[in-house]
Nanobody, 126 residues
Framework: QVQLVESGGGLVQAGGSLRLSCAAS????????LGWFRQAPGKEREFVAA????????RYTDSVKGRFTISRGNAKNTMYLQMNSLKPEDTAVYYC???????????????????WGQGTQVTVSS
C-alpha cells in the first residue's frame, strides 16, 4: 500500500498563489508517476498535472499551462504543485494520486491511478 498525504490548500484571492505538497509513504515503488487531480462541486474529477519518477516527463491540462508548475522533491516520494495566477474556476478539492503501472506515457485518466490522497481544499475568491 502507498499512503499519500496532501497539504497546502487554503483560501486565496484571485491572482494569488498557493503551493500544494504531496508526501508518499508505505510500500515504495520505483518508477511511478505522481499526479494531481481536482474536483469541484457538482463536477467530475479532472486531471490537472502529472510528473514521472525522473521528473523528465510532465503533463498539464490546458487550463493550467503557464500558471501551474509540478515538481518532485529530491527524495522522489514528494511532489509539489506551485499554483500562480489563481482563478475562481480553480476552486476545487485537489487530490494527489499515484500511477504504479509503469506505463511509458503519463495518463490523464483517474482510473489509471491506483492510490489517492484524502484531498486538500483550494478556494479562490473573486
Amino acid at each position: 500500500q502507498v499512503q499519500l498525504v496532501e497539504s497546502g490548500g487554503g483560501l486565496v484571492q484571485a491572482g494569488g498563489s498557493l503551493r500544494l505538497s504531496c508526501a508518499a509513504s508505505g510500500r515504495t515503488f520505483s518508477d511511478y508517476v505522481l499526479g494531481w487531480f481536482r474536483q469541484a462541486p457538482g463536477k467530475e474529477r479532472e486531471f490537472v498535472a502529472a510528473i514521472s519518477w525522473s521528473g523528465v516527463s510532465i503533463r498539464y491540462t490546458d487550463s493550467v499551462k503557464g500558471r501551474f508548475t509540478i515538481s518532485r522533491g529530491n527524495a522522489k516520494n514528494t511532489m509539489y504543485l506551485q499554483m500562480n495566477s489563481l482563478k475562481p474556476e480553480d476552486t476545487a478539492v485537489y487530490y494527489c494520486a499515484a500511477d504504479i503501472s509503469r506505463s511509458l506515457r503519463i495518463s490523464t485518466s483517474a482510473g489509471t491511478y491506483a492510490y489517492w490522497g484524502q484531498g486538500t481544499q483550494v478556494t479562490v475568491s473573486s
